[in-house]
């Protein structure tokens, strides 16, 4: 999973990325080096751990969130940058971080709302700038009526102000449009960066509101707490995190809430060479899941043979599940579940 950091200056995005990844990115480099910082971060999730218990693998893999901090734009009416906007296109997920703090280096106080309908602006104007270059070139070309038809569509909902995120399309439909990887349909996360003293308040009654009408998932984090204790040792975390009433790290909450907005969930595989969580998009079925191990996998499919996480944990594994006739024999249109257990068996 691909999640690109997007905001104004002075937002805070560097601060959120040190603390969602632990390292220590300098604050307000970008006027140095306008290239965005990339990390890769494994997602926490205690069940690989309870596999490793039982089938003792060589090494656990878990699954990850590669995060990417894109620089903001240099001055707000400049819009945003070219190369940003490229980057941003192949990432799965956009997380805009809004300033909801007093900076004394900033030129303007700080104004979440106002950020909040100037980026959903920014996102509207670039899509709209592919659309009508493609529509242009479509003029001359025969045999694209459904594409232009599509795209004129699209244009008309952005155009009166409305992201492409809310509507929902036909699969053919979505599937003329994934090529264009237009930002206002990528899935939006919005970071409200808060001073200490407000980590525990309420979100204002308007931020409240927009983020509903637009149905946005908003995650409060205080980046500059959360990032002094994300570079502390493992075991003085939990006690940081206690005293501030906290009961999960930015980064697992974070994540958790990322993986709600993108509909992810996680199968696994435990062996002896190794316990591992591959993530797939809920509804995802059994010969697409096992694509993601291999397209050998895919290409030869046999029959799935699934155990339930809860089950595979209660019985201790493979053998206890056979015996309770808790293992399922699955072709490949079975819909995956999280947690399930999975053994694919092919042929090439």
Known sequence: ???????????????????????????????????????????????????????????????????????????????LETEALVQMRESEALVQVVRAFADPLATTPANPLRDLRAF????????????????????????????????????????????????????????????FAFLSQKPLLVVYNVAEDAMHDPLPSSISEYTTSERLTVVPICGKVEMEIAQLDEEERGAFLADLR???????????????????????????????????????????????????????????????????IRYRGEVGCREMGKMRLEGKDYVMQDGDVVHFRFKV
């Open 1 to 79: 999973m691909k999640v690109g950091l997007v905001g104004f200056a002075r937002a805070g995005k560097t601060t959120i990325f040190n603390a969602l990844t632990g390292l220590s990115a300098e604050v307000g480099g970008f006027d140095k080096k306008r290239e965005a910082a990339i990390a890769v971060v494994k997602v926490p999730d205690s069940r690989i751990d309870a596999l490793a218990e039982i089938v003792h693998p060589e090494r656990n893999k878990y699954a990850e969130v590669t995060f990417l901090d894109f620089p903001p734009p240099e001055e707000r009416k400049a819009g």
């Open 120 to 179: 959903h602006a920014e996102l509207i104007l670039a899509d709209l700038a592919v659309i009508e270059k493609r529509l242009d070139r479509l003029k001359k070309e025969k045999g694209k009526e459904r594409e232009k038809e599509l795209l004129e569509k699209c244009q008309k909902i952005l155009e009166e102000e409305k992201s492409l995120r809310g509507v929902s399309f036909f699969p053919e439909e979505q599937t003329l449009l994934s090529g």
């Open 246 to 312: 906290l009961t999960d790290s930015a980064r697992d909450r974070f994540i958790q809430q990322a993986y709600t907005i993108l509909n992810l969930i996680s199968f696994f595989t435990a062996g002896p060479m190794e316990a591992r969580a591959w993530t797939i998009t809920s509804g995802t079925t059994a010969v697409k899941a096992a694509s993601k191990i291999h397209s050998d996998i895919e290409r030869g499919f046999i029959r799935a043979e699934v155990i339930a996480y809860d089950d595979f």
